[in-house]
Structure formats: C-alpha cells, structure tokens
C-alpha cells in the first residue's frame, strides 16, 4: 500500500471524529457557560436580595432614613438583575421561578414603602399612635410571610442553576476527554507510519544526491520496489541523464556567442570613433567617463586620453548628486533626453541637448550618451519667451489687451489679458464675434458689432468705451480701439486691436468727483446755517448728504440725555414728499425704534447694503418707504450718542466713503446747531440774568413783608371777596326787593322777580365758591347750637317746594315723628344748606317723577345720634366714571351739565366736607338712565330738653306784621357808609313803620348816641373812619346803652365775623345780602325782648 | 444532544444510569378495600382542590371512599371534625389559630390556597362611605372567629382605625347580603363568594376596599392529631389525591371552573371572575407558623380570647406526610 494512502486513512478517521467532537464540544461548552451565567446571575439575585432584607430589617429596628435609602438603591439594583435576568434565562422552569421572585420582591417592597410611609405617620401621630404602631408590626409580619416566598424562589433558582452547572460541567468534561483521546491516537499512529516508512527509505536517495551534487553526473542511484521512494529514485537518475546532456550543449553555444560578440564590438569602435556627433560612454554607478571620441575631444577641448578617465560631473555644471540621479534615469530608461549645461575646457558654458541611453558592453551596462550643442537656439527661445512676458506684464498692469479678428477665418485671438478683463478662462479660448455678445451689455454689443461692420466695410477705426458683463453679472467699462488691416488688393482682412479695463479710472474719476461734492457741502454748511432757521437748516444739510450718497430717504433724530429716547428732529423735503407717508411719534424710546437706531445702541455706524437679510430686522411702520439699503451715523460727543443721523436706498450699494460723508456731515451739523443753540442761549442768558437780578432785589426787598403778611392775606382777601361781593348784591337784592313793594304793575313785578331770582341765584354761587374757598383754606368750621331735625328740613322742603310744583313732580318725604322731635346739638344752617343741596339736585335732574327724601336712625346712644338721609330721585342718573369726580371739586360730571343745569358743581364737595365734619359721610347708589339714591349719614350729640329752635323765617310773614304794629315809630340807628346800602336799609326799615337815622361811620354814630337815645343800632361792620365793632365797644360803655340792640348787619358773613361782633358786645348778626324776612324777624326777636 | 450525535450517545450511555421503576402503590391498593373517610369542606372557591378531587376520583383513585360534608365556612367545617363528624376539614388558619388558643387537639396537614384578593370589605356609598376613613363610626358587619374578623381589624389599622372607631356588627357569612341589603349595616368584611355577590347585588352603590399587602388568606386542611398519628397511610393518600387536583387545576382551568360551577351551584361567570384571586397549591412552609403566630398574637392583645401565652403551633402543623408525599412542598423546619 502506498504510504501517501495510508496517511489519507489515518487523517480521515481523525478528522471524522473531530468533526463529530467539535460541534459537541462548543455546544458542550456554550451550555456550560449560559449555566454557569445564569448561576452567577442567581447568586447575584440572591445576594441583592439578602442585603436589601438586611437593610430593610435595620430601618425595622432602627427607623434610619439613611437605611431606606441604601434599601433604595439595593432596590433598584434588583431591577436591573431581573431585567438581566429575564433576558438571560433560558428555560421556562427558571423564567417562571425568577417571575416568582419577582412578584415576592415587589410585594416586600411595596409592604416596606408601606412601612415608611406609616413610620412617617409615627412620627407625627398623636393619640391614636398605638394604631399606627400596631399597623407597623401588621406590615412587617406580613412582609416576613412574604420573605418566605422571596427566599424559597430564589433558593430554588439557585438550586436549578448550580444543578445546570455540574450537569454541563460532567458533560463538558467527558468530551474534553474523548477530544484530548482522539488527537492523541491520530498524532501516535501518524508518528508511527513516518518513522517507518520514510526514514529508512530516504537513506539511500540523501547518498546518491550528494553524489549527484558533487558533480558525479554518471552517478545512478540504486532502485527497488514500486512506493514513491522508487517513483524518487527513478526521476533522479532520470533527471542526472538530462543534466548530462544539457551541459554539453551549452558550452558548444558559449563558445560562438564569444565570437559574435567580438565582431560587434569592433564595429561599434569603428562607429564610435569615426562619428562626427559627440558620444561619450558613462559608467552609470560613478559617473567615470569609459569612452570618448574624437569629435567630444575636440568639442570639450581636451586630449582623449584625458576626457577618459574624467568623471561626467566634472562637465555637467549640475551638482554631482544631481547628474548621477539623472543618470539613475537613463540606464532604466526612465527618461532618455536631457537638456544639461556643459563646461568646456576653455571655461566656457554652453547648453547641450543629451541622448543618454543604458548600453550592455562586455557585460557591464553603461550609458551611451549623444551630445547637441544647442546653445544658440537656446539664446533664440529665451530671448521670445523674455519679450512675451514683457508684453503680457505691461498688457497687465496697464489694464490693457490685444486682440485679432482674421476677417476670413472668423477666428478670433486674444492676448491672455483680454481673457482677464472679460473674466473668461483662457483654457476655452478667445470665441469669434458673435460668441462676443454675450461679454457686453446689449447697448455696448450693438456699439461694437456697427462699428466692426463698418470697420469691415470700410476700413474705417474705431475707438469707444464699452460696458462689459463679467461671469458674476458685474459690469465694468471698458475702452476699446479697432484698426482694420487691408490686403494688397485694399480689402479688409484682419481686425486688430486694443481693449483697456477703465474701471479703476472711472472710479478714481467718480471718487475725486464725491469728494469734491462732500468737500464742497461741509463748507456750504456753515453758510447755510445764517440763512434758515434750524429746522430747514437741518432739512438743507439732510438733502446735501442724500446728494452726496445717492440716497433717496433721510432724517435725523436728537438722542436725548439718557440715551434712551430719541426724539426725531428732520427729515429731507424728498422723504416726506416721496416716500414716507407713515405717522410717526416724534419721541420714541430707543428700543422700539427701527433698525436705523441700531446706530443708538451699538454706539457705532451701522452700514447695511441688503436690509432684506439684516440680521435682527425690525419691520417698519405703515406708510414707510420700503428699505433697501440704510447707513446709520451716530454723533457722540463726552462719550454720549447725542445725534442719529441716517440716509437710505441709495441706488449703488453704500460704500467707507457714504458712511464717512454721513459721518462728517452729521458732525457738522451738530457742532453747528450747537453752536446756535449755544450763543442763542448765551443772549437769552444774559438777558435773563439782568432780568432776574432787578426781580431779585425787589424780591429780597418785599419777601419779609410777604411772608408775614401772606397768611394774613389768604384770610383777608377770602374775607374782603366775601365783603366786597355781598355789598352790591345786597344793594341789588336790596332795590329789587324794595321795588317789588312798591309796584304792582305786573309787569314790571315779572322783571323784577326774575331780577330776584337771578340775584338769589348769583348769591348761592358766591356762598359755593366762598364756602370752597374756605374749605380749601381749611377755614370752615361749623356752629354748635341747639335745633330741631324736624324744622331743618321743614324749611328745605319750603325752599324746594315751589321748584316742585314748577315742575310737576312728586316730593315724599319719609321722616319718622321721633326724629323729627330729636332735639340736636350742631350746625343747623350747614345741615339745611346739605340737604337742600342733595334735594335741590334731585329736583333739578328729574324731569319727571318722584323725590323721595327718607331719614332714619341709624345708632342712639345716651349722648348722641346717628341718622342717615336719602335723598332719592327718578332722574338722569350718573355713570361711575361720573360718580367718581362728583365729589371732587371743579369736576362736575361734565362740563355740560353745568351748561345745562347751571350751578358751579361745588355743591356737592361742600356738602361732603360739611358732612365729613359732622362725622358723617356722603354719598350715592346710581345707574345711569334710572335715577339716583343720594345719602347722607351725620352725628349729632342730642341737646337738653330746653333746646330752642332757632328764629325761623317761616315766621317772616308774621314779624313785618308785628313790627308795623307793636313797634311803629321805634327808633332805629342805622350805621351804614355805603350810600345804596343806606337806601335799601332804610327802606326796608321805613316800610314797616320804623324811623331811621342815618351814620355814615362808626365815629358818628358814637356821637349819634351820645347825643340821644335809639331803641336798636343797625351797625355795618367795615366803615371809614370807625368800624363797627370799634364803635359798638364805645356805645356799649355809653350810659344807657348796656342793654340796647345793637345788631350786626354786615357783608362780613363769616362765622369768625359774626364771633368778633358777639365778642364785641353786638347781640346779633344780620348778613348782608339783607333778606327782609330775616331782617324783620330778627328786629321782632330784639325789639320784642326789649319791651318785654 | 443524543438525537444529532451518535457518538455521544455510545459514549454517554455508558455513563448514565436508568432509574425509572415502576409505581408500587398501584399494584397493592388494588386488592384492597377503600377506606372510608369524611371530609367537611365549603362551596367557597377556596375549597376548590376538596370539590375537584372529589369529582375526579382522585380519592377513589387513591383507594379512599370520601364521604363530603358540606359547611357554609371553614369554622364550621373544622367545628365538624372537632365534634368528630368529620375525620378532614377545609379551614382558613384564623380558626386554626382559635383553636390552637383553645388547645383543641388538631392539626393542620397542607395548605391548599392562599390568597391576598379574597378578602375586602364592602361599603354603601349612600351610607357616606367612599373611602377607607369614613368607615369611621359606620356599622360593619364581619364574621367572628375567622378570617373576617383579622382582615377587619387589620384594615382598620392600615387606616388609623381601631375596633373602637366603627360599629362592629357580628354576622354570618351568609347574614351579610341581607343585612347590607336592608341596610342594618353600612360595610361588611367578608370573602368570596358573597363579596362578588353583594358587590354585584349593590352595584353602583357599592364599594370594595382591598388591600392585598396587610393579610394573605390561606386555606388548609385540618384533621385530628390523633387521626393522623394512627393513620399516616390514609393522610398521604389523601394529600396525593389533593396534589392530584392541584395538577389538574394548574392544567385545565376552565374545565375545574366547571367542575367547581356544578358542585356549588354558583354561576360559572362569577367563579370566573374570582378565579384569579386564588393560588391552588398543595404545600407547607414557614408561612402559616408565622401567620398562625400573628394572628395569636392579635387575639391575645385585643383580649378575643382569656389566653395570655403563644400557644406553640409547631405542633398544629404536620408536614411528615406531605414530604412524604411530595418533598418539595415542605419547606417549614419541624
């Protein structure tokens, strides 16, 4: 059997039973793995478990919050191992005891949150705290039955684990071993086979190489058997045979190889040396010149014998490096021509073209070079190549291209300028005409192509600017000449010419032409500012800057001290008139001005060419001209933005210099209008100064007198307009009233009863405005005197019945007898001029319906009352907005009411105060279009049993009967300057029976009573000479006179004045304007006493 | 492995042993007459493995002629073989844990339900009661001596109540539809079935407070300790046919709902429903020592029996048998 078959047998049955041992052994060990995993997993389940009963045992015992939290973590520590776990095991048996365990777990664990949340309740129960004590062992017993569960589940995985582990472990182990067996069975047999096969038969085959190797190559080797040892043996000897034969063959070729070689050589000599081109053979490694011939001897300018034996580098001006790199070429034909530079013997460099090719020469390889003196040609190319880049170098900074239209051909070629100028890359090269439109503007391709039809035509030149169109869109001019070049027989053939690039021209022309135009302006300005006023020198100075930047719109705004408004100052005629018609504050805070503004906050100009993609765009008011492109200048002055100044849609793009122009303008403007502001305020000033200092030494000089006589003053004045106002309405009411007895003519009774209620009218507003006046002076004080409720409001019923009746409404009155009978300590005529205030509105605003007037007590202590009025009408009612300026003085509901009604609407406000001082309140319930309820609530202390009723003029009727009867003939004194005043009183005196004599002045009627007897003095307080309660002083001490009348009748109405009289020894106060009733009920009061 | 690998087989057959042997009870008990036992059990669900063994043959099957003994609740069924009437009882572990307080002479073989659902109580919303505080002052009804009773008093204090706060009315298991009806209580602490079928009866009006983490219900069979010491071969027949019912349970649920519709006269849909809140095993663990213990220790505090001391209840449960039986069922130490 052959050896390589039994090896086959061996190899196959080992591998067959690998192949069954292997798959076994990796599932083998894969399933010991998952178990011994699924193991570790279950211990780790279970130590996680343990640890977190320990915790959990501890917060038991312990109750730390620290062991709730460490029980916490252990908890979530669980989670995380059972999501492992789920997705780690398995088999169905362990899912189902790990899902035991879970549920166990999470039961533990609610009963422990359970727990805590009841250890918390502990903590801050009172007295059922037993319950929650009992609930807590409840819980714990509890979580111990379900520790049970918890421990059995994961006892028994553990169990179900540890098992799987030993089972695969067994398993594993037994096929490591069958495995470990076989291999070792395979490796013994397979030992076996080659030690004794192969080596004893190799032995003789080693021999019989050697013998071979050491040249023997008759030698066979020796040959039994048919293995492959044999099969060896044979292909040697074999192989020894052919080796035999082939060796003689191939000396036979060397030896005519030799010959052959020999001959070529001599005929390459023959050609290298003879030839008239330089040649030269070179060592490539050294660079050694081997061979030289005589046309490089005479060229190089040395002996041969010495041009052999030079080394290459000694010619070649190249390093040396260099040279054998090159060389390192041309043996491996990498590049085989050369362009060197050669030193000749003589000193002399010149310029070489080299073919240097590897040549095979007696077995060495060396390089066979062929050398040109190309030195003129060389000077030739340089020279072109120098005056070429001459010309494009001047053709380029002079902006300044070629080009040549061959008429024939329609070719077209261009200087590599004109492709810069156009912007065209050169590598597509120049078009022909037509392809040209597309470099110009349609105006400048019309211009063109006419004159190069003409030039054709004609051979006429030309000369223009043009405007060309660059790849980006940009237009920039261009000037273009054209000569047309004839032939021989006068027709045109070529076109030739020159394009130069005049932007930079242009521009420079444009910018000396703005700033000139800027120079110009900011000298203007100055000039323009003695012409105009400021606003249209700001208006002149924004239409300028549009000028000088193209701009369309403009303004300027003063930014004011804070920095935080602005306040807009001008805009150019043109933006008011073209462009903006929006509505503009004129102040406006700097954070909701627009994005010109930007300027304001940033504290710098701002220059936008695109406001379409500004960043932080704003929008723009209504009515504002679309935005294009703005430029922002701000003027700061110590460190402030104090000016904005800004123009927009230019229709160029804003450049430095618009921005600096707005910069420098704006400047300008500023400084000048501050320097008008300045000596403008510098006049006014001084002016001011001078002004201010006369006034302040008249000043000085009446201050001291003014400061003392200033609260004197208020009170006087209040007292001399109060005098000086009832003085003639006395002499008015006064006439009126004496006329109206005197006459029966109706109609002049009609007129003059509307003169008495004019008058009457007139009256009540002087009383509000005095009574304002008063309360505004915090002069106002109020009477404490005895009275009756009920007769209070008897007499406004009187005063408002007429009206009443006039107008045909219905007047309740809800007064209960109790309160009608209370006898009242205070200010009866205050509480009468109230509420006839409150009744006489409700009378005035009802057109039709009811007046109700209600009072009812509100408290009743021993020593007073408090009684709430109301007074309530079907009227107009008032509004809320209204209700709230009622009582506020000068703010009548509106303005029209009092066109309407008539009245200084200061009753109520005198009316509240009077009530505020009575300790009460005023006020009302009211719905516009349904009526009013006006209430007043006032206290009053309640007087003794023998508190009387004031004189009433209810009993007026009466007193002028009683005086023409019981006291005709009675002499009066009547002390009265003012002569109408004398009239009035002493017709009213004289009606009913009285005689009067007259005293003009305090001193006469002094005298008057001295020299006899008056039964009552009329004394007029304010007279010339002696005022009255002067003259009263000295009467009162006359013999006689201690007990005579002597009554006030003055226009000095106030409390204070009718005090002063009392304390002077008066007995009454009459205040003037003299009401006839009220005189003659006060004179029966006096005069009755006296007789009685 | 051994399908794909034959070599494995020829090697690892070598190494493995057959341990399968035939079943010696088979053959043996065939010659034998039954033995006649009777057995007192509930038409509650928690008797379920006592009905499905009956119906079955399990007992037959075991060489056992059991005699049923039908009782309303597992008090009075323990009451039965107490008064000798019954030699097996299906009882919760609170009358289990009287009697250990009482010194009755029995014990208890397996356990054979738990449940932490069946118990809860029962209130009329109209009675003002929506939740677990506005039990507070109520009338409620719970049955005395049983599971009832602990559940009760175990939910008052998850809620900060005491006996002291409410109303307690003792009733029937079977008292407490009426009397929720008629409203003579506002709440009961009851079991299923009832609690299903007042729940149900009440509907809208009613409300059911569980709490399924204060108390795990367990259900047990009990017998006289004298009985099983005589007879140990009796108790492991009568344990291998329950485990029997276990198996049949956990496999054909549907069919043991059936088995329990017919053997109780309940609807099949309620049983259903309820079916869940139950955990039919057969086993023994540390469990109901510890329970009996709790509730011992309860009775005695709230002075529910004269006794002062913990009874010893390692001898109220008797696991020989049932390790007999099925070893891995028994986890409680002896």
Known sequence: VRISTRLRIITGVTIGALAILIPVLVWSFVEFKNAKDDDALADALHDNYFERASFRDQYFLYREDRLREQWIKSRTETDRLLTQAKRQFQRKQDQALLERFRTSVEDTAQLFDRIVANTQVMRTAGANKGVYEEFDRRLYSQLLLIAIDVRMAITTLQSSTEGRVQKHYQQLAIITALFAFTLALAVILIAQQMDRLIRRRLLPLHSGVESIAQGDLGHRIETNGSDEFSELALSINSMTGKLEELTQTLEQKVVERTEALEKSEARFRHFFEKNKSVMLLIEPTSGAIIEANQAAATYYGYEQQRLVGMNISNINTLPPEDVALERQRALHDERNYFNFRHRLNSGEIRDVEVYSTSFDASGKTLLFSIIHDVTKRKLAEEALQHSKTMMERTESMARLASFEWDVDANTVTWSPEMFRILGRDPTLGAPNLEGQSQFYTAASTHLLFDAVERAVADGTPYEFELMTVQPDGEQRPCYVKGFPERNTSGRVVRLAGLVQDITDRKHAEAQTMRQARRGEALLRLPRLSEEMDEHDFMQRSLTLAEDITGSQVSFMHFVNDDEDTIELVAWSQRTTAEYCHATFDRHYPVS????????????????????????????????????????????????????????????????EFDLESVKLISNEIWHIVQRRRDQRGLEQQKALLETRVTQRTEALAIATDRAEAANRAKSQFLANMSHELRTPMNAILGMTSLALRRTTDPQLVDKLTKIDNASHLLLSVINDILDISKIEAGRLTLERVSFKFGSVLESVMNMVGQRVAEKGLKLFIDLPPEIARLSLLGDPLRLEQVLLNLTGNAVKFTAQGVVTVRVMKLEESHGDVLLRCEVQDSGIGITPEEQRRLFIAFEQADGSMTRKYGGTGLGLVISRRLAELMGGDIGLISTAGQGSTFWLIVRFSKAGKDAVAPAANSAAGSAEMQLKTRHAGTRILLAEDEPINQEVSRGLLEDVGLIVELAEDGGVAVAMAQRSHYDLILMDMQMPQMNGVEATRVIRALPGYAQTPILAMTANAFEEDRKLCIDAGMDDHIGKPVAPEVLYATLVKWLNRTRD | MGKALPLCIFILATLAGCDKSPSQNTGQRSTEPDQQVTFAYTYQPQSTL???????????????????????????????VLEQKADFATVAETPVMFSGLKGDKIVVIANIEASTTNNAIVARKTSGITAPGDLKGKRVGFTAGTTSDFFLDSFLTANGLTRQDIQPVALKPDEMKEAMTAKNVDAVSTWNYPLTLIAQKLGNEAVVFYDRQIYTETFNVAAQQDFVRTKPETVKRFLRALVKAEEFVAKNPDEAQTIMAAATKIDKSLIRDVWNAFNYRVVLDQKLLLTLEDEARWAIKNKLTDKTAMPDYTGYIHSDSLRAVRPEAVSTNR
Not at chain 1, 598 to 610: G, H, S, Y
Not at chain 1, 624 to 637: C, D, Y
């Open chain 2, 50 to 80: 006592a009905h499905i063994a009956t119906t079955k043959g399990y007992f037959k099957e075991e060489g056992l002629d059991v005699k049923p003994l039908m009782r309303a609740f597992g008090k009075e069924a323990l009451q039965a």
């Open chain 1, 592 to 655: 909701s001005a627009g994005n010109w503004a930007d300027a304001v906050r940033q504290r710098a100009p701002v220059l936008c060419n695109d406001y379409a993609s500004y960043p932080g765009k704003m929008g723009l008011p209504d009515g504002h001209a679309q935005l294009l492109r703005f430029v922002s200048v701000p003027v700061i002055e110590n460190g402030k933005v104090v000016m904005l100044t800004g123009v927009g849609n230019s229709a160029a793009a804003y450049d």
